[in-house]
């Protein structure tokens, strides 16, 4: 039998991630996002429904202007306000059993040697739950925020990315051999000298001495998670990545996009299945169809068209904000996101994409309106394309999630699409069945890589 699909919680800790003007909902709780317990009680409802993971999107500074301006984005709460994912994990962990928690965490916003020792340490304190979404920051206004005068090209930016990884690989896989701390009070001998290295990275970028400042936590390297899609960024993902988050417009479609970017993986040097395809999705539940549909058209009267266009051609840098919504959107080339632009040219192949087909899109076209039988019959779908999780977007916290694990999980589970209860262990163990990175991952060539 196929195994079953993984979930995740799709987050941010800000009031408006994807699905602008939800958050007016009468029954919307996610401009909560201050509270420590408004993610304390998802986690555990999360934790106790049988999710796999909560996943937290981050940005580090605002998307390209609308209508010349980043009014819209303050207005909208679009990803602003929004606190620092990282900060709350430990408060999570402690709550939770289970659940693995993913941060998304670019490579400008931290040095590398400062980032290794905050996954470890919370490694530690999650017990091996932590995973982190790898992120080049596609605004440039998060470029201007670090010191440079604009956003650095796309494929420089995955090169960088190489190195930064390369980095933190040195110090969670190579800098600390196993058992390096005996604590052995009688001998009087807390860690081995001869097995704690350092690792002398010098790179285009960065010069790291090391060693690392952390023991070996439970997975070494956290779980790692990846987003890109373009040329560029699949290549990294299949290098890198053990899990890719997807927003394929339809399983055909992911599963073209998984057939060529497992090839790729292949190439890497990794075995084919070494990477897991999560596809964004949002659901919208009735008991009969009839009322999901009008749930989904009540839904649409809280949508907002005009932030949604905002951030989808923000996260491109364009501002689409002075055309008319029929205006086509063209043969946009752009230093941000390229994927978002290949999966609106994918998801209406017959004509040019329009400014509102990017609004309409992004809202309407991962949300499965139906009742939980329904829903099971497009997940199997998904799964038989070979998408090994789904990412589940929200419109309501924690609505959106009670719904899904009150009615759609039980019916998951019935079919075999979903694990019939939730499961011990690391981040890793979740996806892959061990706690450390396989030996054809290339961090694993920095074990046993700084001996004296
Ligand atoms: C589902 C999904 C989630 C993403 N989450 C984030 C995020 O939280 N922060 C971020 O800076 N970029 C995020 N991105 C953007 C990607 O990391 C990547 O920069 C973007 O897709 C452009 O890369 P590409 O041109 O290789 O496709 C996300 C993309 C996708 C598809």
């Known amino acids: 039998m196929p195994r079953p699909l993984r979930f995740a919680a799709f987050v941010m800790n800000t009031t408006s991630h994807i699905t ?12 909560d996002f201050n509270s420590l317990e408004h993610w304390v009680s998802l986690a555990v409802e999360l934790d106790r429904g049988g999710f796999d993971f909560v996943f937290f999107a981050d ?15 303050v207005e ?73 005068d604009d956003i650095t090209p796309h494929d420089e930016r995955y090169a960088w990315a190489e190195e930064y990884v390369d980095v933190v690989y040195k110090l969670w896989e190579g800098s600390w051999e196993d058992d390096a701390l005996p604590q052995d009070k009688v001998r009087g001998v807390h860690g081995e000298f001869d097995r704690v290295h350092k690792i002398h990275h010098v790179g ?120 008319d919504l029929d205006t086509p959107v063209g043969e946009v080339e752009s230093e941000g996101s390229r994927s978002s632009l290949r999966w609106l040219r994918e998801a209406v192949p017959d004509r040019e994409p329009t400014v509102r087909d990017l609004a309409r899109l992004r809202s309407r076209n991962s949300r499965v309106v139906g009742t ?17 999780g789904i990412n589940v977007i929200n419109y309501t916290i924690p609505g959106s999630y009670r719904e899904f694990i009150e009615h759609v999980l039980p019916q998951l589970r019935q079919r075999g699409l979903a694990a019939p209860e939730p499961e011990p262990g690391t981040a890793r163990r979740k996806l892959t069945g061990r706690d450390r990175l396989d030996d054809r991952h290339p961090a694993a060539a920095y074990r046993g890589a700084f001996g004296r």
């Not at 602008?20 to 401009?31: D, F, V």
């Not at 039988?373 to 779908?381: S, T």
């Open 20 to 31: 602008h003007g939800a958050w007016r909902l009468p029954e919307a709780r996610q401009t």
């Open 59 to 73: 940005v580090v500074g605002l998307y390209a202007d609308h209508r010349g301006s980043w009014e819209k984005f």
């Open 76 to 148: 909208s709460g679009l990803q602003i306000p929004s606190n620092d994912p990282s900060v709350i994990v430990s408060a999570l962990a402690h709550a939770t059993e289970n659940l693995g928690i993913a941060i998304t965490s670019s490579i400008l916003q931290e040095h590398p040697f400062n980032f290794a020792r905050k996954i470890s340490t919370l490694d530690h304190a999650t017990r091996g739950r932590i995973a982190w979404n790898i992120v080049t920051s596609l605004s440039a206004n998060a470029w201007r925020n670090f010191g440079y």
């Open 204 to 323: 285009k970028r960065y010069r790291v001495e090391g060693p690392h400042l952390v023991a070996p936590s439970p997975q070494r390297t956290p779980l790692l998670f990846q987003a890109g899609s373009s040329p560029a960024g699949r290549r990294f993902a299949a290098r890198n990545a053990e899990a890719q988050f997807i927003s394929s417009p339809s399983p055909d479609a992911a599963r073209d996009l998984i057939a060529d970017t497992r090839g790729l993986v292949a190439e890497a040097g990794r075995h084919p299945d070494d990477l897991t395809f999560f596809q964004g999705l949002s659901f919208v539940i009735g008991s009969t169809e009839q009322e999901a549909r009008r749930r989904s058209a009540e839904l649409d009267e809280y949508i907002d068209d005009d932030t949604m266009v905002a951030h989808a051609a923000g996260s491109i840098g364009v501002d689409l904000g002075h055309y």
């Open 372 to 388: 939980p039988e329904q829903i099971a019959d497009v997940l199997g779908r998904w799964r038989d394309a070979g998408v090994g």
